[in-house]
């Protein structure tokens, strides 16, 4: 495999790094104003149920988005099929982690504050809204080995690579919109959100790999 990155890929790593680690700065501002814990989990009802000491949660969780968007582009850049990502889903990949660093940590922060933020709901509805932006994509991605569902079955051939992705499109994009139609119908009980969130989720993973398997064995026997 070709693990050969190129001198604007580096740039881009670079840029998203810095930018996963901007939130640091509004945790030296606000540093002395901060709650001792810091609830960095909640449960299905809203309820935060998951504490870090601050040290940690102010300037850990950037670090954190800084070692995944690493992780993340090293396997984006070596793909010796990059040719084939979707430009869209390119671009979601290299910004997706940065920008989630500059929502999710100073969320974060101003919650531990005080600050009454809406958390199931913005969840429920950035999930929706990743799923429908990648759902419309998926269809476009050619084969590679880091876009797109890299199943046994869909990496052995075009075909089975487009079908499967053609489908799990069209799932992603309806399971979407249910999300967040949920979470607005569902305001003042976003207990139901959070389970209705995992069962569409489970089913777009599992539907679209059945159904990769299965066009995969039908494809042998022909």
């Not at 070709?2 to 790593?13: A, G």
């Not at 290299?94 to 989630?100: A, H, K, N, R, T």
């Not at 487009?162 to 499109?169: C, D, M, P």
Request: proline share 5%; with cysteine.
């Amino acid at each position: 495999m070709n693990k050969r990155i190129e001198k604007k890929d580096t740039i881009i790593m670079w840029i998203t790094s810095f930018i996963c680690l901007l939130p640091i700065i509004l945790s030296v501002v606000i540093y002395q104003d901060l709650p001792v814990q810091i609830a960095v989990h909640w449960n299905n009802t809203g309820t935060a149920d998951g504490y870090l000491p601050k040290s940690i949660a102010a300037i850990g969780l950037p670090i954190l988005f800084l070692a995944v968007n690493l992780y993340s582009k090293i396997r984006l850049f070596s793909d010796p099929k990059r040719a084939a990502h979707s430009e869209a889903l390119r671009l979601l990949s290299i910004w997706l982690i940065p920008l989630l660093s500059l929502i999710i940590v100073p969320v974060t922060l101003f919650i531990s504050m005080g600050v009454n933020i809406p958390i199931a709901l913005i969840s429920l509805v950035t999930a929706g809204g990743l799923m429908i932006i990648c759902g419309n994509y998926l269809p476009k991605c050619r084969r590679n080995y880091t876009i797109g569902l890299k199943l046994p079955w869909t990496l052995h051939s075009d075909d089975n690579w487009n079908k499967t992705h053609r489908l799990a499109g069209i799932l992603w994009i309806f399971g979407g919109i249910i999300i967040i139609v949920s979470a607005f119908l569902l305001t003042n009980n976003l207990v139901y959100g959070v389970p209705l969130t995992i069962t569409v989720v489970l089913i777009l993973a599992i539907v679209p790999v059945m159904y990769s398997f299965f066009l995969y064995k039908g494809q042998e026997k022909q």
